[in-house]
DNA sequence: GCATGATCATGC
DNA sequence: GCATGATCATGC
């Protein structure tokens, strides 16, 4: 997928998430208006829902064709039913029927060229909750996320398609049961069986139409996964809630309002999170915008490449440390180029600057301002010079003179290991001290803090 | 006082 | 065991 691709991609799924924990009929889509005016069943009973989802929120024309709905998007959209359990917990309803069978067609297909990969690979799931006497508009959706099958389970996968296809080439499509697999099975379609029978490829026999599904376990596995992985996001809402009525920007730093002026120590007990450590005051920045754990981050974050970085001052208003980055791979560097490099992709980020200060040495800092930053395309294009400096380097095998701070104003490499005997290999074959780029102390100063 | 090299606690 | 997000310790 290219860079576009992957954006319309993030804003249908951000779109498709405004739907959890309400209606379609609470929605302002466009395409609700459009589905009134011109009369269309607004649809109600079985299998409609999907159908209805598709055409009023989405604004998609209801289709048999091949390509995934979103084309050329590689994502296509399923609507599945939720019953409740006695005990209130919610689970699948039923099985999610993926694309209709062609036995002729399967039966030439390779998994890697499939019909099947290419139309679901990447599904768009929303969960909504059965209630037969909801119309449409009414029904309540739970879950709205993107299931990725051959991330998940791949293998399992892959094996289920390759077993019902070797029925087909057996010439024994008749006898193909949604037992013979564990995850992907071959459900039948049509009203019934004896109207839906269909020839196949190696066989006089009739077989029937059938469509392949995540079976039911399967579709109940899935939900139960998302569920897990919302549960762990509650803070994700609440940021969510909070961004509500406005930008990304103003919510985070209002997140921060409450703190400033309070020291690391008020702000641990408030948040009821205690660290060590020398990354202490990074991790207090992040559970304070609501990460819970040191390397999660929410969608929204992730999407416009928004990273968390601290900076301490000292009373003289002046930061002792330098920035670091990820560590250098040298393997990678030498086959890469600027704008693919590790580097690049960190310095094109969003920062969110925490600026902590104390009044004086062994002090507990005081949280003192946040703000958004992003490097200028000028100091970008300096530290890419460095940057193809230090890949020079590396590919020469010469590891004692890297760019220095006092070369450079804006970025230099200096070791970053566990010790001195934290090594990384090297395209030479051999091993060398873990590296990475830090943005010079003064250049945070001028740029950053005195901005 | 600052640049440079060395090292640390944490989470997965 | 390793990457992360840093800070510590030193020597000029």
């Given at each position: 997928m290219d860079e576009n691709k992957e954006r319309q991609f993030d804003k249908i799924v951000v779109f498709a998430m405004k739907l959890e924990g309400s209606t379609v009929g609470k929605q302002n889509s466009p395409y609700s208006i459009i589905v009134e005016s011109v009369g269309e069943e607004t649809g109600s009973g079985k299998g409609s829902f999907g159908q209805y989802l598709e055409k009023a929120y989405f604004g998609i024309r209801t289709n048999n064709e091949?390509?995934?709905?979103f084309w050329p998007i590689p994502l296509e959209l399923k609507a599945s039913p939720l019953k409740r359990l006695k005990n209130g917990d919610l689970t699948a309803k039923e099985r999610i029927v993926l694309n209709i069978i062609n036995y002729r067609e399967m039966a030439g297909e390779t998994f890697e060229n499939s019909h099947f990969k290419f139309k679901n690979e990447s599904i768009l799931l929303v969960w909504y909750v059965h209630d037969k006497n909801l119309e449409n508009p009414d029904k309540e959706i739970d879950l709205v996320g993107v299931w990725k099958c051959l991330e998940e389970d791949f293998e399992q996968i892959k094996q289920d398609w390759e077993t019902i296809k070797a029925k087909i080439c057996s010439g024994h499509?008749?006898?193909?049961?949604?037992?013979?697999?564990?995850l992907l099975g071959a459900c039948t379609k049509g009203s019934t069986a004896a109207t839906s029978l269909v020839q196949q490829p190696f066989s006089p026999v009739l077989a029937k139409q059938r469509a392949l599904c995540f079976k039911h376990g399967y579709a109940s596995h899935i939900y139960d996964v998302m569920q897990s992985r919302r549960a762990r996001k509650d803070s994700e809402i609440r940021f969510m809630a909070n961004k509500k009525e406005r930008n990304l920007e103003q919510a985070v730093l209002a997140m921060f309002e409450p703190y400033i002026g309070k020291t690391s120590a008020q702000i641990e007990d408030a948040l009821d999170y205690h660290v060590g450590g020398k990354s202490r005051l990074a991790y207090i920045s992040r559970r304070i915008i609501g990460f819970s754990k040191k390397n999660e981050s929410f969608y929204e974050f992730d999407v416009a490449n928004i990273q968390v970085k601290t900076i301490r001052l000292e009373k003289n208003g002046k930061n002792r440390e330098s920035m670091s980055f990820r560590n250098v791979n040298f393997c990678e560097i030498v086959g890469q180029d600027w704008e693919d490099s590790d580097l690049y992709e960190e310095l094109t980020s969003k920062f969110i600057m925490v600026i902590f200060r104390r009044e004086s040495d062994g002090m507990d800092y005081v949280l003192d301002n946040v703000r958004f930053w992003n490097m200028s395309q000028k100091d970008i294009d300096v530290c890419e010079e460095v940057w193809e400096k230090t890949k020079y380097l590396v590919m020469y095998g010469?590891?004692?003179?890297?760019?220095?701070?006092?070369?450079?104003p804006i970025i230099h490499v200096r070791p970053k290991g566990k010790?001195?005997?934290?090594l990384m290999a090297t395209p030479q074959g051999g091993f060398e001290k873990k590296k990475c780029f830090f943005l010079n102390r003064e250049y945070i100063l001028q740029n950053v803090v005195e901005k």
């Open positions: 091949s390509r995934p709905d499509a008749e006898d193909i049961s949604e037992g013979d697999t564990f010469d590891y004692n003179h890297f760019p220095k701070e006092s070369e450079n010790n001195s005997e934290d």
